[in-house]
């Protein structure tokens, strides 16, 4: 069983619409929590931290964790083209890190 | 882009050859990251340092060897490289006090013919 599972997508909403992204994992002992979006031929950028159950808000992005449920997801309201990327959910237990295989999200203008 | 610079940024080599890859950072940051990227497996942790000389191994460390004997720099080595190892090579930055949250840099396309 994988650390991280995301489902690959792809997914694609129309602009404006909201983006929903979900990722599970395995460890109970996962102590902070990540989302990263990667453009096509870049390297991942950070977009969220997350490490207490409920919610956090950063502008158009919310990341929700439930610990019980071992699940972290990431909404993006209000979608625009340029949010088309794949997202990298990421955790670290202890002093490893482990990544999702990222989901593909595409916003049709 | 947290001051982190990748050399080379692309390299091609033969079965065999040892490979170094580097990763140089500007701003005295006390942890480092090195990962590979592949389809099908995402992001997968190599090595990672905590200090100067204070190395560690992550999930796929077999075949890799690290070094750190400055705080700017931190070296990826491939001592025989082999096919399995062509790869996107990415490193990482911690920012001290904001629990482990990571910054990339631009990345190695490393190719092994």
């Known amino acids: 069983q994988k650390e991280v599972e995301q489902n690959s997508g792809p997914l694609s909403v129309p602009e404006g619409a909201i983006a929903s992204l979900n990722c599970t994992y395995s460890d109970r002992g996962s102590q902070s929590f990540f989302w990263y979006r990667q453009y096509s031929g870049k390297s991942p950028e950070l977009i969220m931290s997350?490490?207490?159950?409920g919610d956090k808000e950063d502008g158009r992005f919310t990341a929700q964790l439930n610990k019980a449920s071992q699940y972290v997801s990431l909404l993006i309201r209000d979608s625009q083209p340029s949010d088309s990327a794949t997202y990298l959910c990421a955790l670290n237990t202890g002093n490893q890190f482990y990544f999702g295989t990222g989901t593909s999200l595409t916003v049709i203008p | 882009d947290a001051g982190i610079t990748q050399s080379p940024r692309h390299k091609v080599t033969e079965t065999g050859t040892p490979v170094t890859l580097r990763c140089h950072q500007t701003e005295n940051h006390r942890y480092m990251y090195w990962y590979r990227q592949d389809p099908g497996h995402g992001l997968r942790l190599i090595h990672y340092s905590y200090g100067v000389k204070d190395t560690d191994k992550g999930e796929v460390s077999d075949g890799y060897s690290v070094s750190r004997s400055k705080t700017e720099d931190f070296l990826l080595t491939l001592e025989s490289a082999t096919s399995s190892q062509t790869s996107v090579y990415f490193c990482?930055?911690?920012?001290?006090?904001?629990?482990?949250?990571?910054?990339f840099g631009p990345g190695t396309r490393l190719t092994v013919t």
């Open positions: 997350i490490y207490s159950n």
């Open positions: 990482a930055i911690s920012l001290a006090g904001r629990s482990y949250e990571q910054y």
